[in-house]
């Protein structure tokens, strides 16, 4: 009876498998510095050409960045796989918001709802850091800094359900849905009454998560976008009821 020779994993092998890891579960982020090598050698506890290795199949992957100079990046566009000229194409389109609203309602529920389940304490804090920072920006009127501020917070409680999946399309979707978000706040800071509801919305979804509570976390959020969708339909119908007026107008005049 023969038996077949068994091999041993090249360290440059593990190493590359725990760094991919890390970039799976959202660990090591988009645009993230890595340690230097030194120190991150010491850390996996293996030498440093061991580590070169795994860093350069990494970057050939393109999973990893190295800047002359400037270290070791994951890079910063890894998730963003929506082009730009679909986002364009999305937000030109008043029905497509609809329809990114009822993806929000799925991806934003499911995400309050496990967060709330599964999120640790470190991943709490860092969700409250976002909250806050959603509340500065609106006292200061920054819709920029507002959207990025609820994108980033969204991104918070995605991490904190612990689903990579969940994580990496919530990602790739970045930059349209900060898109949505900031054209619905222009929406709101026109009819400014509107504010202090999402607000409590948003506070609401928020206590649910840390308060570790998954049904009341993803009722909170599905009552907040319900709100949101039902502003824009608002909005619909009164720019549907102008442009009969003025088409009524028109006739007359002719």
């Known amino acids: 009876m023969s038996y077949s020779k068994i091999r041993q994993p090249r360290l440059s092998d593990a190493i590359e498998q725990q760094l991919e890891s890390l970039i799976m579960e959202g660990t090591l982020r988009p645009g993230e510095k890595l340690l230097p090598e030194r120190e991150l050698a010491l850390q996996f506890d293996v030498s440093r050409p061991s580590l070169r290795e795994a860093i350069q199949r990494l970057e050939a992957k393109g999973l990893l960045l190295r800047r002359q100079g400037g270290g070791t990046f994951v890079r910063d566009k890894l ?7 679909l986002v364009a194409l999305v937000a030109e389109h008043p029905e497509s918001q609809f ?37 500065t920006a609106q006292q200061s009127g920054d819709l920029d800094a507002e959207a990025d501020a609820v994108i980033q917070y969204q991104i918070a409680v995605t991490e904190a359900a612990h689903n990579v999946v969940l994580l990496h399309l919530v990602r790739s979707m970045g930059q349209m849905l900060e898109q949505n978000v900031r054209q619905n706040f222009e929406l709101l800071y026109s009819r400014r009454e509107m504010l202090a509801k999402v607000s409590d919305h948003r506070a609401s979804i928020f206590h649910a998560i840390v308060a570790r509570q998954p049904e009341q976390a993803r009722e909170a959020s599905h009552r ?16 549907s009821r102008r442009e009969r007026s003025l088409r009524r107008l028109q006739q007359r005049k002719d």
């Open 224 to 239: 907040h976008l319900a709100f949101i969708e039902e502003i824009l339909l608002d909005r619909s119908r009164e720019q």
């Open 99 to 135: 329809d990114l609203l009822e993806t929000r309602h799925a991806l934003e529920g499911i995400a309050a709802y496990y967060a709330a389940l599964r999120g640790t304490d470190a991943d709490f804090l860092r969700i409250r850091d976002f909250h806050l920072r959603i509340q």
């Open 79 to 85: 998730w963003q796989s929506l082009s730009d000229p």
